[in-house]
């Protein structure tokens, strides 16, 4: 396992983060999991065990309850909150009542002292906004959370699902009034789902902000389970089908992937991790698992090593059709970066 710097903060994270979205199993969440405290408990174990330190979870997941498990398995196993980075999120629906839900100062503060008493915890390491709130000012939000930093509930703040002019806005105005900025971002990225590239990622690093790509797998899509002849695998999928991809692209990307996994002798899924890990800007990658034989198949991905040749046919094969204004910068910029000053 190796480790990685969050963005600009100097903290230490693995580069894997193990998520618990598996754990529970309340309300429409059962589609993705349902494991109960004794199999939570193996898997914080074993990921312990193959040394990550990352761990993600969110209130909403199972509405309480992944927290709830993710608190008691650290407990139960006696592990030292100081060697582990807890994450955790904010803005899902909670339940009945108008303000049990979005980014406002009321939810926001609620929101962490609930979050940190499923988790049996004084503090979170990071705090995400887990999406955006259309009916509550940045400015607002931003306020609340920088608030709950210097309250020492939480470490850093964080971002999911945003669009990067919104980063950008939120950013700006921290620096304005001198609170703590975003550090860290966790978004959809695959190799069958690079959207992320157009706008946020270069923007990630021009602000130098840690990415977490959530789903790598797309869902299961990229695990090797779902093939042109088989579109059925018994997995989440067959009834939970998200995140979006295009599917008909995607089994091309499958294809390519599982000739590059026989040429390795590894699974379709540890190329398709492998792939995400390898690319620059991705400080730690978010995989789950229900079972010790997923996460022992997922943790085995970081020692894959791709070739030039092996990225070059999965950059290809994967590659974003090109938009707009996307290739008229890259059009005009060429005369300024193949012409520098010698």
Known sequence: MKYNFFGNTGLVVSELCFGT?????????????????DECTALIKGATDAGI?????????SYGQSEMLLGSAIKNLGIKRHE???????RGF???GHNNV?????????????????????????????GVDPVTPIEQTMRALNDVVTAGKVRYIAVCNWPAWMVMKAQGIAERYGWNKFEGLQYFYSIAGRDSEREVFPMAADQK?????????????????????QEKSGG???NFDFPPV?????YDIIDVLAEVGRAHNVSVAQIALAWVRHQPVVTSTIIGAKSIQQLNDNVQSTEVKLTEDDLKKLNDISALPSEYPGWMVARQSADRVLNQPK
Not at 102 to 128: A, C, N
Request: hydrophobic share 40%; charged share 25%; no cysteine.
């Open 21 to 37: 979205m598996t754990f529970g199993g309340e309300g429409y969440w059962k589609a993705i999991g349902e494991l109960k405290q």
């Open 53 to 61: 330190n990352f761990f993600d979870t969110a209130n909403v997941y």
């Open 84 to 90: 582990l980075v807890i994450a955790t999120k904010v």
């Open 94 to 96: 909670m339940g009945e």
């Open 102 to 130: 979005g980014l406002s100062r009321y939810h926001i503060l609620q929101s962490i002292d609930e979050s940190l008493e499923r988790l049996q915890m004084d503090h979170v390491d990071i705090l995400y906004v887990h």
């Open 209 to 229: 902000l840690a990415v977490m790509p959530w789903s790598p797998l797309a869902g299961g899509f990229m695990s090797g389970k779902y093939t042109r002849d």
């Open 236 to 238: 989440r999928r067959d």
């Open 246 to 250: 295009n599917k008909a692209r995607a």
